[in-house]
């Protein structure tokens, strides 16, 4: 059966770890820009407010799992009110050594795990959108474990590193985004595969991309009306079945173009179109250039 949470993060291709620690005593607060990249955070001890743009902004305490999967504007803090000091987030993250804020002098009052990573997938930015903004977990000891395992991982220079790194970055991302699908997921894939009679349809859209489909055979799919079907897919899941099926197929072709170098006719037929010609026009108005133009830009 096909794993759509699987398929996603797979497409995502998460690379490149970097992770430090970050603490805080006394009075102290830093207002991040946007990032862009996806970081998390794991509190080893402690406590302190975290409030991302746009999201409820939180109280983290000792085995709390925070994941922004796009990285907005934030600020981070101890508890007590005070007016942040601005920080550059690229130029935080190339300085190799671990973050301290506040007195210098004192003993952390929160201390934290935190890190960042790259999505090398060609459809990534359309994917996280498809994403909660904030995913908070509260009580899991796996993710300090996980994270633990990950900076340890990072700060050595051992065979097989890479591999290491990017398959732990895959589990925690996995591990994330099942507990975000239990929660009152906001409008996006989680809150579809959330749902039973949605989460059919949308198994049966990966399972074979190739394959025709119409909005009535996943309505059946999912023992629903085509109506009921329709908007309910397009409340939860934030767009419309075919605007989605259109969407994952796209994605699928970019990564076959991107990755595998194979000829436009089979990855025409791979995703369900009849003929190059007419996958050329789906594509090149989907993505904005033809796929061989594409193919040669995005070569490795």
């Known amino acids: 059966m096909a794993d759509p949470l699987s398929d996603i993060i797979t497409l995502m291709r998460p690379q490149a770890v970097f992770t430090k620690e970050i603490s805080g005593a006394g009075r102290w ?14 509190v080893i001890e402690g406590a302190c407010r975290l409030a991302v743009d746009g999201e409820v902004d939180l109280v983290l305490r000792s085995g709390d799992f925070v994941l922004l999967p ?7 803090s ?14 935080a993250a190339r300085e190799m050594q671990d973050l301290r804020h506040g007195d210098p002098q004192r ?10 990573f790259v999505f090398e997938g060609a459809d990534s930015a359309l994917l996280v959108s498809l994403l909660p903004g904030q995913i908070h977990v509260r009580g899991e000891d796996r993710f300090s474990t996980l994270v633990r395992i990950l900076v340890e991982e990072s700060g ?53 991309p190739a394959r025709s ?21 397009s409340r939860l899941v934030g767009m419309a079945p075919m605007d989605y099926l259109l969407t994952w ?52």
């Open 78 to 91: 101890g508890l007590a009110p005070v007016r942040p000091d601005r920080v550059d987030p690229h130029a």
């Open 29 to 42: 607060g830093v207002r991040y820009a946007d990032f862009g990249h996806p970081s998390f955070a794991v």
């Open 249 to 300: 197929r796209m994605a699928v072709a970019k990564d076959m173009l991107r990755r595998q170098r194979i000829d436009i006719a089979e990855v025409a037929g791979r995703i369900g179109y009849g003929s190059a010609s007419t996958f050329s026009t789906a594509f090149s108005r989907h993505v904005g250039q033809p796929p061989g133009r594409y193919a040669r830009g995005a070569a490795p």
């Open 156 to 208: 050595r220079d051992r065979p097989g590193r890479t591999l290491v790194l990017a398959r732990l970055v895959e589990v925690l991302l996995v591990e994330a985004l099942r507990h975000a699908q239990v929660q009152d997921a906001p409008p996006g894939l989680l809150s579809g595969l959330a749902d039973p009679r949605l989460a059919e349809a949308i198994r049966r859209m990966h399972a074979d």
């Open 107 to 116: 003993a952390p009052d929160v201390r934290l795990l935190g890190g960042y």
């Open 213 to 233: 489909l119409t909005v009535a055979e996943l309505a059946r799919e999912a023992a629903l009306s085509r109506s009921v079907f329709f908007e309910r897919f």
């Open 70 to 76: 796009a990285t907005p504007g934030f600020t981070i």
